[in-house]
Each structure stands twice: as structure tokens, then as C-alpha cells.
């Protein structure tokens, strides 16, 4: 840049973003000739199924789809996804209120903090994570506690670690199971511990659920809405991104509770 512009505070202070790190170390591996297995980003190398491309294909040719659609997303698309967590987890959505579409699930996932942390909250997230959960604690000025995967708890963050004066600052706890990159999947007896921790300390629990249908010899990962209590504390993101190999074009959705009565009471931190 030729002028003399001063970045923002927050962009000065943000940790170098990880893909792009791997990105740059990987680009300088190959120019070396070196053979590289990619364990970076999770970017499938397979095309995405041939039904949707036609579907696509078909889709685009139609002016309806030439337009904006309604900020919370196209009413088809919210049906779908009631109709699939139905289906797929025997949860009940209404897709008018409980089932808002994202460009990617990333878009969700970075505007949970816009949306809950002020300056000096403090936001609980697991160590390592996909860097979106800290970063965007970062850029509106909260605090992360990381808590470590370690292997001895099976990869599932220590929430009788936390100390309660962390806990009771803190407004959002990431989950992410199946876990990127540790792989560890989590039971509902995990889930029921998350909930009981979500209701004594006031916390929103934000479940990224990108990889559920990333299960083998016969596993099936779970969803946190299928647990009893998991809709009073709790939202999660999900994508078609790896499920259906489209991370090139960005389709999430974030599901749950639309009671927002219930989230701003979980926003006022007792004193
Ligand atoms: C754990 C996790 N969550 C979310 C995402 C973002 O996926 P999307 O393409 O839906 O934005 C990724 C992408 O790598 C991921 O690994």
C-alpha cells in the first residue's frame, strides 16, 4: 500500500491466521519438490455429487435465483434443513424461527461473538480448535480460556478445570464433536455435563457440528439438539461443506432456539 494508513488495533493484535500459515509453509514445501499429504484445512479432494451439480446447473438457469433471498435465507432451503435434522436426528425445527441459512457455516461461527461478547467477556474454547472460535472472540475485544484436549479425557475439554470465576465471566463455550483436528467424538453423557455446566454458569453453548456425518464402521455421530436440555443452552452449526464436498460453495445453517428472551437472560451475567 502506497499511503500511510494505520490498521485497526484488532487486526494489529490477532494472532497470524493458521490456515494461511500452513498455506505459506506448504506453497514453500512443494516449490522444494518435497511430497506432501495435505492435513490442513479440511477441504475434501472429491467432486461434489453429480445430483447437486445438476441441480445447480439447473437452479441457475431460473431468474427466481437471481436475486437476493430473505436475510434469515430462501424458505426451500429452511424447510430442507428441518426436513434433513428430522430425519437425520430425530430433532424437530421449525424452519421459520429455529433454522437461519449462512454463507458457510464460518459466517455463523465468527458472528456468534458479534452477536454476545462486549469487550472483556471471556469465551471458553477448546485447545487446538478451528481458529475461527478464538478469532472471532478476538475481534470484539473478548478473552478466550482455552481449554486443553488432552488425550487422558479422550480429547473432550475439562469443564470441572474452569475456574467458577472464569466461568461465571464467560458467555459462549465451543464444542465440536466429531472434532476437527483431534478426530474424538462425543456421547450424550459428555452433552448432559455440557448442559449442566451451560445452566449453572449462564453460558451459550455453540456446537459445530460440521463433521456428524463424518462417521465410520457403522458410528453415527450425534447432534447436541438431541439431548434433553440441549435447546434451552445451546445453538449449532452446520454445513455442506464436507458433507457433500462443497466447500467451494459455502452453504451452512445455524440451528435451534429462537427464544431470544432466554439468550439475552444468558447475555446479563450475574453480577
Ligand atoms: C470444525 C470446522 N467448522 C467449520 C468449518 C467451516 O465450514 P464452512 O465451509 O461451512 O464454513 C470448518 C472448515 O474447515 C471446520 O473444520
Known sequence: MSIAIKKAQRIKELPPYLFAEIDRRKREALSRGVDLIDLGIGDPDIPTPSAVVEKLLEGASKPVNHRYPSSAGMGEFRQAVSNWYQNRFNVKLDPAKEVVSLIGSKEGIGNMAV??????????????????????????????????????????????????????????????????????????????????????????????????????????????????????VGIEFHSLSKTFNMTGWRIGMAVGNSDTPEYSRRCKKPA
Not at 473478548?142 to 470441572?160: A, V
Not at 451459550?204 to 447432534?223: F, K, L, Q, W
Request: with cysteine; hydrophobic share 40%; net charge negative.
Open 115 to 232: 452477536a454476545f461478547v462486549d469487550p472483556g467477556d471471556v469465551v471458553l474454547v477448546s485447545s487446538p480448535c478451528y481458529p475461527v472460535y478464538h478469532i472471532g472472540t478476538a475481534f470484539n475485544g473478548g478473552k478466550n480460556y482455552f481449554l486443553p484436549l488432552k488425550k487422558e479425557n479422550h480429547f473432550l475439554p475439562d469443564l470441572d478445570s474452569i475456574p467458577a470465576d472464569v466461568a461465571k465471566q464467560a458467555k459462549l463455550l465451543w464444542i465440536n464433536y466429531p472434532n476437527n483436528p483431534t478426530a474424538a467424538v462425543a456421547d450424550e453423557d459428555f452433552y448432559l455435563r455440557v448442559i449442566d455446566f451451560a445452566n449453572k454458569f449462564n453460558v451459550i453453548v455453540c456446537h459445530d457440528a460440521a463433521y456428524t456425518e463424518m462417521g465410520y464402521d457403522g458410528y453415527r455421530p450425534m447432534s447436541f439438539l438431541e439431548v434433553d436440555g440441549a435447546r434451552e
